[in-house]
């Protein structure tokens, strides 16, 4: 049996003031596995990213990542170095004064001087066919630029697992069909799908798990 990346078990979380979201949820990803994370909006699928992650505590359960169980906020400091996380809101992720800032940054965090951030980013922004972004304004990008600037942001840190929100949401087919390619390529050891978009779930994904009422179930 393949590798566990990423194991949830018995997670109870709920928002201040309102009724649980998550029941008990559990979950598994193991090394190889793309798999869609799908369920009506509002089910919580994105808060899931942001409760494995701990970017958002939850009040029961275990999160294990690579093997190392997570509890406190120091222990999910390893998870985030280990995955991607492609937030929901394009805005969420780029803060800098130009798109190839953005991307640099998190690459500069890693250790790499200002020099070799620099080349790297530009290396991720030609393969995601945006070069012509790299001096822009984040905030002056239409939807779909943003969504490809922040993908960029993630790709650049070479993370082993990618946790996408929405990836294709306002893309041309144009940028969907390099989104594809560079998914594709890209030597993640696992990967999990938000999407609205059946057709990209469809191409990118070898399983698909339902969030509902608070559990998960597998899909046919």
């Excluded at 169980?69 to 800098?96: E, M």
């Excluded at 922040?150 to 990618?162: G, K, N, Q």
């Amino acid at each position: 049996m393949k590798k566990l990346l990423i194991e949830i078990s018995g997670l109870w979380f709920r928002f201040p003031g309102q009724k649980y979201l998550f029941q008990g949820l559990n979950f598994e990803l193991r090394h190889g596995e793309k798999v869609a994370l799908c369920g009506e909006n509002g089910a919580g699928k994105s808060t899931f990213f942001l409760n494995v992650l701990g970017l958002l505590p939850f009040e029961e359960g275990v999160v294990r990542f690579l093997g190392k169980d997570c509890w406190q906020p120091n222990d999910f400091v390893f998870a985030r170095s280990k995955a991607g996380l492609l937030f929901q809101d394009p805005d969420d992720q780029l803060f800098c004064p130009s798109v190839i800032e953005d991307v640099a940054f998190g690459l500069m965090n890693q250790g790499l001087s200002q020099r070799q951030a620099r080349q790297k980013s530009e290396e991720v922004l030609e393969r995601l066919g945006i070069s012509s972004l790299a001096e822009r304004v984040p905030y002056k990008l239409s939807g779909g630029e943003k969504r490809m600037a922040s993908l960029a942001t993630v790709l650049a840190m070479e993370p082993d697992i990618l946790l996408l929100d929405e990836p294709t949401t306002g893309l041309s087919e144009r940028y969907k069909s390099i989104l594809v390619d560079a998914l594709r390529s890209y030597d993640a050891k696992g990967m999990v799908l938000i999407s609205h978009d059946s057709q990209f779930l469809d191409t990118m994904a070898d399983r698909k798990v339902l969030l509902k009422d608070g559990n998960m179930m597998e899909l046919r």
